[in-house]
């Protein structure tokens, strides 16, 4: 005998359905939101600086850098990685720290995916 109606989609105990009871409901765990961190074009910062962030901050390869510095050169921005909020936000410092510190106008932004 069927006595909990979470059941109801799974058995005939109501085969019209119109028992008014929701049967499915979202699962209860939720992801953590992601944020995208990117970096902007501008006039000044050398490429190669560019490629030495990539490769230092975000874990790429001399290759990978140099073809997302291309990106963010000839589209003036770019993704370059996706991280939980506290993650994204210690690269957006690191870089702006960075760059500051070699008095380079690179800007770095995260943004809500
Ligand atoms: N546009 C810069 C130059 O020509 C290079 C550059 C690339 C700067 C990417 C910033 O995020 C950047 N020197």
Redesign the pocket.
């Known amino acids: 005998m069927m006595t909990d109606p979470r059941m109801m989609a799974d058995n005939d105990d109501d085969p019209q359905g119109d028992s008014g009871i929701i049967t499915q409901t979202r699962p209860k765990t939720q992801r953590p939101p992601l944020y995208k961190v990117m970096?902007?074009?501008?006039?000044?910062?050398?490429?190669e600086?560019?490629v030495h962030v990539l490769e230092r901050f975000f874990g790429m390869t001399h290759a990978e850098a140099f073809e997302v510095?291309?990106v963010?050169?000839k589209k003036g921005v770019?993704v370059v990685g996706v991280f939980s909020f506290e993650v994204a936000e210690t690269k957006v410092a690191q870089v702006m720290d960075f760059a500051r510190r070699h008095q380079h106008p690179?800007?770095c932004t995260m943004e809500k995916e």
Do not use: E, G, S
């Open positions: 970096l902007l074009n501008d006039d000044y910062t050398p490429m600086f560019v510095m291309l963010v050169h770019a690179l800007q």
